[in-house]
């Protein structure tokens, strides 16, 4: 067994000078105010290596203002004018260390803590152990405490074993609890527990929370990944629906739109085309002039980019090598500082940007602080001894280089004001190892106290929240988030910034890419060609011509038949038409001149025509030939259009005979078009809104529409639905796997544990009574509870699994729904929330309760009992219950070879009960060989004192504790003690 022997205080709170000796059951008392809860909160410190002081005088009201500060400094009264009044104001030393003694191995071992304390914003602490009893000097030379370097020294100079010393109580802390016989981590947390401890009406949570050891919630973190990725995949596979039932819409329209067409005739459609022809060419004009313009802007966007990039490269160079991107009205005060200072005095001051000698401890608060700061990271500190040289620096500099929005910080003032640091201030979670940037960050920020949420932030003049709801000055604001998008400060900032500028860099690489798209697009838009409205008449033109230049070349073959058929055989004949033909030859001779002429003009037409007009008009029938191609199925053109034109000419004749006959359907079919054709694009175009597309809405055919549709028919909805019931599967089985056997493995370990806590009281009785807890399954949820442990679940997936599913279908699909909140889609965030938490903890599976036998042997559950029974009869099983978590602890009764403390300390113990069950508890401590340290006021002692080995009689006077050995014959004379 591992005792505690001594106890060494060394200006802690009002004691200067104090070794207290221990035995095996203590007894502290004293009146209120002397002293007890600070040598209780000493001995918690050192054994738990925590300096936090949350649980500085935690005895049964809960309420504590105790600080480390208000500790170590001797904090007399808070004055409201000057701030708190000490009794330690300068430098000093304080020390609290313990002395253990090993039974088995016959040795001493001690451990403790020694502060160094500069000012109260400024406190060096270091743990620190070896092997060894405390040294009769008490670590002191002439009656002044060595410091951290001297202790040191001194440890080193005596040749003490295994000394070392701790930078972190985590570290201590594990060592420590080896030391004192391999206790596990709940040591910590059992302890403070019976310091504070408060018996609690509500067994259920007393038991579970007190006495039983394990994590309470099931982590579904995993499985909510995978319901969550299974919720994202059904949300996509109703998008893609809904997709789909659009594009069909599209389809349909577009369909109905050409099989109405049937009717219509070439000409009809070349009209259309025409129409159609012409809002081509205005669209192109638009698109050319918009073109221009969309250039020019895109030309200069993609320039600023491309500085960017290189801006961002530059920084992403200089973060690589640990180089922050500071201000440089930051960076030319600093250097000018320096060098003033070294010119001055020959020294290389140790000048620094508040954000470059800081770091951050928790991310959590990280934008809180860089947001409260805003510029005031950037500032300057000067070693005090420097501050009038750097003012003048800056007074001289300041309009020449422009130096505005940073400043230099006069630290000797502040420091000089000793300012308090609250504990659970941001000023706690950052840290320096400048000790006067720590001056600095303790002004600005010791009195910024960090709130969890906005309920609490009006308790305290200035307080924020860790998304920066800031109240000040009797105001609430947000901090503008982009007072930390840029964080600054410490080396996790370099790696924070770094990680951004990378994914800067990126998205500007992948925009750039996509301006250069852009650009290719736009100069082919800046380059169409377009036809004007003139055009397309003079097309017109040069084809009506082309048929008049036909019909004179027939007039001049037959004039040439006609002179080749004169008969010159009949003389008389001849002679009597020489004067007719004379005639028609002078006619003829007119004709000729008029044909040669029109001849002229026929060859310069047919040349106009064979090299000018004809091609220009086969090549606008080519252009309106693939419009019509463009616009209707080559399939329906041969099929369907050319037939039913055919059958119409045999009928009509001609084109303009059909055109005729058929206004009323050519007006028809231009109404129909037009409605169709609006339809269609706000189909289109509604697509494109809904689901963020960019398709044509004006294309004269339907293929990216009709494409989309079929790539959601035949690859996305199928692959999601394959990928939604895969998905599925897998969180069910992770489910039943995980979920379900990590609880079903909490119940049993609970229930191991209250077996063995069992164990340990087994033979322990506490009078006539004996005691045990009890662990039931939770009648309301006892079909889950069956579930979660029926042993073919611990056997994982194999050939019983199916006869698991079967026999408990329902209550796998009510609890999966509970936990996943699968079809209630209406269930606030906050009661999703809480059904998790209620569902994953095992406690609400199972009931717990203590038993009570007494001598005759009949049983009574105290949550049946407790409303009835005395104060002293209800404290009593609950004291039972924290002995039976510390026999646990230190392995009594299971562990015949466990060399372990068996420390407990109670503060305010036995409040409630009489002197006969105090003796029944004290001789049960006794029988467990418990070492115990019981504190209470004076007027339990006539009680307690007679029963234990020592008594420790606190006493004060004025500022000054001091621990005395009082005599158990003389116990009546306490009541009278002040």
């Known amino acids: 067994?591992?005792?505690?022997?001594?106890?060494?205080?060394?200006?802690?709170?009002?004691f200067t000078n104090e070794l207290i000796e221990f035995e095996?059951?203590?007894?502290?008392?004293?009146?209120?105010?002397?002293?007890?809860?600070?040598?209780?909160?000493?001995?918690?410190?050192?054994?738990?290596?925590?300096?936090?002081?949350?649980?500085?005088?935690?005895?049964?009201?809960?309420?504590?203002?105790?600080?480390?500060?208000?500790?170590?400094?001797?904090?007399?009264?808070?004055?409201?004018?000057?701030?708190?009044?000490?009794?330690?104001?300068?430098?000093?030393?304080?020390?609290?260390?313990?002395?253990?003694?090993?039974?088995?191995?016959?040795?001493?071992?001690?451990?403790?803590?020694?502060?160094?304390?500069?000012?109260?914003?400024?406190?060096?602490?270091?743990?620190?152990?070896?092997?060894?009893?405390?040294?009769?000097?008490?670590?002191?030379?002439?009656?002044?405490?060595?410091?951290?370097?001297?202790?040191?020294?001194?440890?080193?100079?005596?040749?003490?074993?295994?000394?070392?010393?701790?930078?972190?109580?985590?570290?201590?802390?594990?060592?420590?609890?080896?030391?004192?016989?391999?206790?596990?981590?709940k040591f910590g947390d059992l302890l403070k527990k019976a310091v504070a401890f408060n018996p609690d009406n509500n067994i259920q949570k007393f038991i579970t929370e007190f006495v039983c050891d394990n994590e309470k919630n099931v982590d579904i973190s995993l499985m909510q990944e995978n319901i969550r990725n299974y919720k994202n995949l059904e949300r996509t596979a109703a998008e893609l629906e809904r997709k789909k039932t659009a594009l069909e819409q599209i389809s349909?329209?577009?369909?109905?739109?050409?099989?109405?067409?049937?009717?219509?005739?070439?000409?009809?459609?070349?009209?259309?085309?025409?129409?159609?022809?012409?809002?081509?060419?205005?669209?192109?004009?638009?698109?050319?002039?918009?073109?221009?313009?969309?250039?020019?802007?895109?030309?200069?966007?993609?320039?600023?980019?491309?500085?960017?990039i290189r801006e961002l490269k530059v920084e992403e160079e200089n973060l690589e090598k640990g180089i922050y991107k500071f201000p440089q009205n930051a960076l030319d005060l600093k250097q000018a500082v320096i060098a003033a200072i070294k010119a001055k005095s020959g020294e290389n001051a140790d000048v620094v940007i508040v954000a470059e000698a800081s770091e951050i401890k928790n991310p959590r608060w990280r934008n809180a602080i860089e947001g409260y700061l805003n510029k005031q990271k950037f500032y300057i500190i000067v070693p005090p001894q420097h501050i009038k040289t750097a003012i003048r620096v800056f007074d001289r500099i300041k309009k020449d280089q422009a130096i505005y929005d940073t400043g230099i910080v006069d630290v000797e003032k502040i420091?000089?004001?000793?300012?308090?640091?609250?504990?659970?201030?941001?000023?706690?979670?950052?840290?320096?190892?400048?000790?006067?940037?720590?001056?600095?960050?303790?002004?600005?920020?010791?009195?910024?106290?960090?709130?969890?949420?906005?309920?609490?932030?009006?308790?305290?003049?200035?307080?924020?929240?860790?998304?920066?709801?800031?109240?000040?000055?009797?105001?609430?604001?947000?901090?503008?988030p982009k007072l930390w998008k840029n964080p600054a400060i410490g080396q996790n900032a370099i790696r924070i910034r770094l990680a951004e500028i990378k994914k800067e860099i990126h998205s500007a690489r992948e925009l750039t890419s996509v301006y250069s798209t852009l650009r290719i697009g736009i100069e082919d838009c800046t380059a169409l060609e377009n036809y004007s409205k003139s055009d397309i008449e003079n097309f017109v033109e040069a084809a009506e011509n082309l048929s008049n230049s036909e019909n004179l070349k027939i007039r001049m073959s037959e004039l040439a038949d006609e002179k080749a058929s004169i008969d010159t055989r009949n003389l008389i004949v001849l002679?009597?038409?020489?004067?007719?033909?004379?005639?028609?030859?002078?006619?003829?001779?007119?004709?000729?001149?008029?044909?040669?002429?029109?001849?002229?003009?026929?060859?310069?037409?047919?040349?106009?025509?064979?090299?000018?007009?004809?091609?220009?008009?086969?090549?606008?029938?080519?252009?309106?030939?693939?419009?019509?191609?463009?616009?209707?199925?080559?399939?329906?053109?041969?099929?369907?259009?050319?037939?039913?034109?055919?059958?119409?000419?045999?009928?009509?004749?001609?084109?303009?005979n059909i055109n005729e006959a058929f206004p009323r359907e050519l007006s028809k079919a231009k109404n129909a078009i037009e409605r169709f054709d609006k339809l269609l694009s706000e189909l289109r175009s509604r697509y494109n809104h809904d689901f963020k597309m960019g398709y044509d809405v004006n294309s004269a055919d339907n293929a990216e529409f009709d494409n989309a549709l079929k790539e959601i028919n035949e690859n996305e909805l199928p692959n999601y639905l394959v990928r939604i019931e895969d998905t599925k599967k897998k969180a069910m089985e992770e489910f039943q796997e995980d979920f379900l056997s990590k609880l079903g493995e909490n119940i049993r370990s609970v229930k191991r544990e209250i077996q063995e806590l069992n164990r340990a009281i087994s033979s322990a009785s506490f009078g006539e009574d004996s005691y045990s807890f009890r662990v039931e399954p939770n009648k309301q949820y006892e079909r889950y509870y069956k579930m979660i442990t029926d042993d073919m679940l611990m056997s994982g997936y194999n050939l019983m699994t199916n006869y698991y599913n079967t026999k408990y279908k329902?209550?796998?699909?009510?609890?999966?729904?509970?936990?996943?909140?699968?079809?209630?889609?209406?269930?606030?965030?906050?009661?999703?929330?809480?059904?998790?938490?209620?569902?994953?903890?095992?406690?609400?599976?199972?009931?717990?309760?203590?038993?009570?036998?007494?001598?005759?042997?009949?049983?009574?559950?105290?949550?049946?009992?407790?409303?009835?029974?005395s104060g002293g009869e209800t404290q009593t099983p609950f004291y039972i219950a924290v002995l039976a978590s510390f026999a646990q602890l230190y392995r009594i009764g299971r562990d015949n070879k466990?060399?372990?403390?068996?420390?407990?300390?109670?503060?305010?113990?036995?409040?409630?009960?009489?002197?006969?069950?105090i003796e029944k508890s004290i001789d049960l401590l006794r029988k467990l060989n418990f070492q115990v340290i019981l504190s209470t006021p004076t007027e339990k002692a006539g009680d307690i004192a007679p029963l234990v080995d020592r008594v420790l009689l606190v006493l004060r006077k004025g500022t000054n504790s001091r621990v005395t050995y009082f005599d158990k014959e003389r116990v009546g004379e306490l009541s009278g003690e002040r």
């Not at 369909?255 to 669209?283: A, C, H």
């Not at 008029?594 to 091609?615: A, V, Y």
């Not at 796998?812 to 965030?829: A, K, P, R, V, Y």
């Open 1 to 14: 067994m591992k005792i505690l022997k001594k106890l060494l205080l060394i200006n802690w709170h009002y």
């Open 24 to 185: 095996q059951l203590n007894f502290m008392t004293g009146v209120n105010a002397s002293g007890k809860s600070t040598i209780i909160d000493a001995l918690q410190l050192v054994l738990l290596g925590e300096t936090g002081g949350n649980y500085f005088n935690k005895s049964a009201s809960g309420k504590s203002s105790r600080t480390l500060i208000s500790y170590l400094c001797g904090e007399i009264r808070d004055d409201d004018k000057d701030g708190f009044k000490y009794l330690r104001n300068d430098r000093f030393v304080s020390y609290i260390v313990v002395e253990f003694y090993d039974n088995e191995k016959e040795r001493y071992f001690s451990f403790g803590i020694c502060f160094d304390v500069h000012s109260v914003n400024d406190v060096e602490k270091r743990f620190f152990k070896y092997r060894g009893s405390m040294p009769d000097n008490r670590f002191m030379e002439n009656n002044v405490p060595f410091d951290i370097p001297k202790l040191r020294a001194f440890l080193k100079e005596k040749n003490y074993k295994d000394v070392t010393f701790y930078e972190s109580g985590k570290h201590y802390r594990e060592d420590i609890y080896a030391l004192l016989g391999g206790l596990r981590s």
């Open 252 to 308: 349909a329209n577009y369909s109905e739109l050409f099989d109405g067409l049937d009717d219509i005739t070439p000409d009809q459609i070349l009209e259309y085309s025409k129409s159609k022809f012409e809002e081509i060419i205005k669209l192109t004009e638009d698109i050319k002039s918009d073109a221009n313009v969309l250039y020019s802007r895109l030309k200069e966007e993609f320039d600023k980019l491309g500085e960017k």
């Open 415 to 480: 420091r000089n004001k000793k300012y308090i640091t609250e504990r659970n201030s941001l000023a706690a979670e950052i840290e320096t190892e400048n000790p006067y940037v720590r001056i600095y960050l303790d002004y600005i920020l010791g009195r910024v106290i960090k709130c969890d949420n906005a309920d609490g932030i009006r308790s305290f003049p200035t307080a924020i929240t860790d998304d920066g709801l800031l109240y000040k000055n009797f105001v609430v604001r947000a901090l503008n």
């Open 575 to 656: 002679a009597e038409k020489i004067e007719e033909k004379k005639l028609q030859l002078d006619e003829s001779g007119r004709k000729k001149e008029k044909l040669q002429s029109e001849s002229g003009k026929t060859e310069e037409q047919l040349r106009s025509l064979c090299e000018e007009k004809i091609p220009q008009t086969s090549l606008l029938l080519k252009e309106k030939q693939n419009v019509l191609e463009g616009n209707f199925d080559s399939v329906w053109i041969e099929e369907t259009g050319k037939l039913r034109y055919m059958q119409e000419l045999s009928k009509r004749n001609t084109a303009e």
């Open 810 to 869: 329902s209550e796998i699909e009510d609890l999966f729904s509970i936990i996943t909140g699968e079809g209630n889609t209406s269930l606030e965030q906050s009661d999703y929330e809480n059904r998790i938490r209620t569902f994953t903890d095992y406690r609400t599976y199972l009931t717990f309760d203590i038993e009570v036998t007494n001598q005759a042997g009949e049983v009574q559950r105290l949550s049946k009992t407790i409303g009835k029974k």
């Open 898 to 917: 466990a060399n372990t403390a068996r420390i407990i300390i109670f503060d305010e113990a036995f409040s409630k009960m009489d002197g006969e069950r």
